[in-house]
T-cell receptor, first 109, second 113 residues
Framework: RKEVEQDPGPFNVPEGATVAFNCTYS??????FFWYRQDCRKEPKLLMS???SGNEDGRFTAQLNRASQYISLLIRDSKLSDSATYLC??????????FGAGTQVVVTP | EPEVTQTPSHQVTQMGQEVILRCVPI?????FYWYRQILGQKVEFLVS????????KSEIFDDQFSVERPDGSNFTLKIRSTKLEDSAMYFC???????????FGDGTRLSIL
């Protein structure tokens, strides 16, 4: 079983709509959780950390469910610039990020 | 905004040759990492480095790989005898103390011929 699993998509989203997707992780000892975004052939860029209580950053909302071992990301009022691959990232030992393969989001006009 | 910088942006090397990839982490960061991403695949952890020694390494990071912080600013990844399968994008990252997020450089594309 993959350590971090994501639906690869693509999720085709009309501009202005809401999109949400999940990520599951297998190691219950996982400590920290993040969403990164990656544009084609570019470096991963931190989108947001994910906290146990859930957190929001503008149009982005992240949730963590430790009992079910999944993390979610919701994007409201999608913009064309939100088109990217969203990487679910988990750490369970010091410093080592475990990446999912990414969920592709395509926002269409 | 401070950033991680990597050089070169693209390196083309003959199989069997040694290659050194360079990174300048963010200046007040103390933790340094290398990751790689083979085209079309996910980002994979290679190694973490703190206090001038390797903290953790993956199974990918075999005897052909080494890391070094030769001075106060650079952090290098050396591949001793490159193989075709080493072709990938290599990302350097750094983080501040206290379980802070890692910030990535824009990568070096390594092509082995």
């Amino acid at each position: 079983r993959k350590e971090v699993e994501q639906d690869p998509g693509p999720f085709n989203v009309p501009e202005g709509a809401t999109v949400a997707f999940n990520c599951t992780y297998s190691n219950s000892a996982s400590q920290s959780f993040f969403w990164y975004r990656q544009d084609c052939r570019k470096e991963p860029k931190l989108l947001m950390s994910v906290y146990s209580s859930g957190n929001e950053d503008g149009r982005f909302t992240a949730q963590l469910n430790r009992a079910s071992q999944y993390i979610s990301l919701l994007i409201r009022d999608s913009k064309l610039s939100d088109s990217a691959t969203y990487l679910c990232v988990v750490t369970y030992s010091w410093g080592k990020l475990q990446f999912g393969a990414g969920t592709q989001v395509v926002v269409t006009p | 905004e401070p950033e991680v910088t990597q050089t070169p942006s693209h390196q083309v090397t003959q199989m069997g040759q040694e290659v050194i990839l360079r990174c300048v982490p963010i200046s007040n960061h103390l933790y340094f990492y290398w990751y790689r991403q083979i085209l079309g695949q996910k980002v994979e952890f290679l190694v973490s480095f703190y206090n001038n020694e390797i903290s953790e390494k993956s199974e990918i990071f075999d005897d052909q790989f080494s890391v070094e912080r030769p001075d106060g600013s650079n952090f290098t990844l050396k591949i001793r005898s490159t193989k075709l399968e080493d072709s990938a994008m290599y990302f350097c990252a750094s983080s501040a103390p206290g379980d802070q997020p890692q910030h990535f450089g824009d990568g070096t594309r390594l092509s082995i011929l």
